[in-house]
């Protein structure tokens, strides 16, 4: 259990660097100097290395060790476009398992979310994942539950671009249709809010106005 933990946090720690531009894009990450650092075997770190490069932050280069990768618009999108088709099908499945009080819970978050959107919180997109993670966890679909977790990671490098009341109403309109078991409805409402979200990044793209950074 305790290796479990400890690769996890060497993991986060990492993640963090990355995100945050703490570490650069092209740096070698050193698995001895890592271990060193943070007090843990260099399998750990080894192990925790792998997990980020399924993620995406991390690339291996043969006989040269692992390397930062870049974040561009290109991989943040590609990443919205599978999110858009795992947190479609995540609010179907929620469809037969949400409670009412996991409805009620979605609609306090919702809520909280757009609140704090209007007096420009940071708390805002952290909030915001959780309230879609919340539903991905009522799919009880563990597999899903663990492909989400590449998506979720690239977007804590994402701000909110899109107007508040806009997103609200989305996140209303995918709650009320997971509260009245439209299966149909639920998966079309998380899709059409993920589209509208990579759309307003690839816009902000094209006007040269996106560049990915971590957002807590």
């Known amino acids: 259990m305790k ?44 192990e925790s290395l792998l997990e980020l490069h399924w993620l995406g932050l991390v690339k291996s280069v043969d006989h ?10 290109v991989t943040v999108c590609e990443a919205y476009q599978v999110r858009e088709v795992l947190e479609g099908m995540a609010a179907r499945l929620a469809c037969k398992n949400a409670a009412r009080a996991d409805i009620d819970e979605l609609r306090r978050r919702a809520d909280t979310i757009f609140h704090l959107a209007q007096d420009k919180d940071n708390e805002t997109a952290s909030l915001d994942r959780s309230f879609h993670l919340h539903i991905t966890e009522l799919s009880r679909n563990s597999t899903l539950l663990r492909l989400s977790q590449a998506y979720r990671v690239l977007g804590m490098t994402v ?12 996140h209303l ?9 439209f299966a149909d409805e639920a998966e079309r409402q998380a899709r059409s809010h993920v589209v509208g979200a990579r759309e307003s990044i690839e816009a902000l793209a094209k006007k040269g106005d996106f560049e990915p950074e971590w957002v807590k």
Not at 17 to 27: A, D, N, V
Not at 159 to 170: F, K, M, N, Q, S
Not at 174 to 179: L, R, Y
């Open 3 to 46: 290796a479990r933990v400890a690769r996890h946090e060497v993991r986060e720690e990492i993640q963090r660097r990355i995100l945050s531009g703490e570490s650069k894009p092209g740096e070698r990450l050193s698995q001895q100097s890592l271990a060193r650092e943070l007090g843990v075997a260099q399998g750990t770190v080894r």
């Open 64 to 73: 040269m060790g692992v390397f930062v990768d870049k974040l561009d618009v």
């Open 159 to 170: 701000r909110a671009y899109r107007d508040p009341e806009v997103i609200y109403a989305e």
């Open 173 to 181: 309109r995918i709650i009320e249709a997971i509260a009245h078991d």
